[in-house]
DNA sequence: CAGCATCCCGGCAGATACTG
DNA sequence: CAGTATCTGCCGGGATGCTG
């Protein structure tokens, strides 16, 4: 998967790889809401789980270890009694919101392309 | 997948659905390589097949046709002799090219913070 | 509470062969 | 050339139950 372009268009796989890079890290199902719900105020994992519909605890710890192993969260460790644990947000996460708030601005507009709205302008240019 | 923050959090339900929505569209396996094969000048079936190293004619074929009922390709036969179909980005395509470089400029950038770039200020550094 | 171990199933995707 | 058909392995991810 990483071998796109292998021979062909070096140029083009440098462009490549760093795309799929960032797909790779945020394009799994639960990430971007662990990411939001987090960005909530929600820390522990029974909160998050709660915040979260449908997520199974299983699906949440595998998200969390690798949002873990992509440094955008930090997993810390009180041993309070009971001991607390908490998941936050590091400053690595905050270069994401851009990207995202771009993911939605686009999410939106292509949204209103696909259901058909003619109000727009390039939307004429598909229509035989 | 469509129902998280179901009940909790309205706001972000519309939040994260719109992010979800582009995602679906622009994370499949080999889409982002197909786009940029195809603004390469890439336009038929064969052309695209050589250019993008291990892709199967399944996979092509597959993805071109969600790539298509997106609105970001348009499949044009031409009835000469042999007849030719072609492949072109549309206009509706264009508008992605900010949320790739964006991708492409941030994923570059998490290389370099996993890759153990000692970063002090990853904000500053992350920007122009 | 914060997870891990197990079982299991559907679908993604590769390999290969075939068609108009 | 531009795909389709079939067979298959693999694994993402749900359900459930269990632990420190």
Redesign the interface.
Known sequence: ?K???????PE?RE?????????D???G??K??IL??MS?GNKRFMELQ?????ITPRMLSKELKELEM??LIERKVYDSFPPVIEYERT??A???E???E??????????L??TGTNIHH??K??QD
Chains 1, 2 share one sequence.
């Open positions: 998967m071998e796109n372009f292998k021979e062909n268009h083009c462009m490549i790889l760093p795309v799929r890079d960032a797909l890290v945020i394009s199902k639960w971007i809401s939001i719900a909530l709660n915040a979260i519909p449908n992509n440094l400053a690595h905050q270069t994401l851009p990207l995202i771009e993911l939605r601005r686009w999410g939106e507009y292509h949204r392309v696909v390039p939307v240019e598909f």
